[in-house]
Antibody, heavy 121, light 108 residues
Framework: EVQLLESGGGLVQPGGSLRLSCEASGFTSSSFGMSWVRQAPGKGLEWLSS????????YYADSVTGRFTISRDNSKNTLFLEMNNLRVEDTAVYYC???????????????WGQGTLVTVS | DIVLTQSPGTLSLFPGERATLSCRAS???????LAWYQQKPGRAPRLLIY???SRAAGISDRFSGSGSGTDFTLTINRLEAEDYAVYYC?????????FGGGTKVEIK
């Protein structure tokens, strides 16, 4: 069974930084792209970033380009999201999700973690 | 960027009725690159449909997807209590990936 477990969320001041982690199990994570999606309180889903299976290709939404960095450590089956210069509007639940494809761009998301809450205030 | 517009915003239906949810894209999707997700309060989204009409593993055949070009539909037959949730469409054929704003299906 695929399991994705996010951690690292919390309360941070505007301008601060936070690093989210997502530990994957139940599948060969090095064979699949991975993504981060967030959901502001009471709002819809917003795709943020994706990464290819090897980590060699990364993709970002305009809203986070230059502030957020996606990376992965396949030896530890872990996905990361480094978030810098956080803004109040970055407050949301952050989900990691498994891509169906390997290339990290242009895939639907077939498994999701339970999410981790980031509050910028 | 492709914008997805979902309608209606809220759908109020009795159990046993059929739900028809719409997702309209601002540009034609070049491939069958549309997915649907279900989200219940306090839970993560769950994949229902991908490739416009393929059901994900373990998804009831009461859920079906259709459409092409810019207009797509999720149909839920014989609504059950567990189906009341918010549904999102997502396009993945063009970067950046994008989601629709969601349709809430509530009990009437």
């Amino acid at each position: 069974e695929v399991q994705l477990l996010e951690s690292g969320g919390g309360l941070v001041q505007p301008g601060g930084s936070l690093r989210l982690s997502c530990e994957a199990s139940g599948f060969t994570s090095s064979s699949f792209g991975m993504s981060w999606v967030r959901q502001a309180p009471g709002k819809g889903l917003e795709w943020l970033s994706s990464i290819s299976n090897s980590g060699g290709s990364t993709y970002y939404a305009d809203s986070v380009t230059g502030r957020f960095t996606i990376s992965r450590d396949n030896s530890k089956n872990t996905l990361f999201l480094e978030m810098n210069n956080l803004r109040v509007e970055d407050t949301a639940v952050y989900y990691c999700a498994k891509d169906r494809s390997w290339y990290g761009s242009g895939s639907f998301l077939d498994s999701w973690g339970q999410g981790t809450l980031v509050t910028v205030s | 960027d492709i914008v997805l517009t979902q309608s209606p915003g809220t759908l109020s239906l009795f159990p046993g009725e059929r739900a028809t949810l719409s997702c309209r894209a601002s540009q034609s999707l070049t491939r069958t690159s549309l997915a649907w997700y279900q989200q219940k309060p306090g839970r993560a989204p769950r994949l229902l449909i991908y490739g416009v009409s393929s059901r994900a593993a373990g998804i009831s055949d009461r859920f079906s997807g259709s459409g092409s070009g810019t207009d797509f539909t999720l149909t839920i037959n014989r609504l059950e209590a567990e189906d009341y949730a918010v549904y999102y469409c997502q396009q993945y054929g063009s970067s950046p990936l994008s989601f629709g704003g969601g349709t809430k299906v509530e009990i009437k």
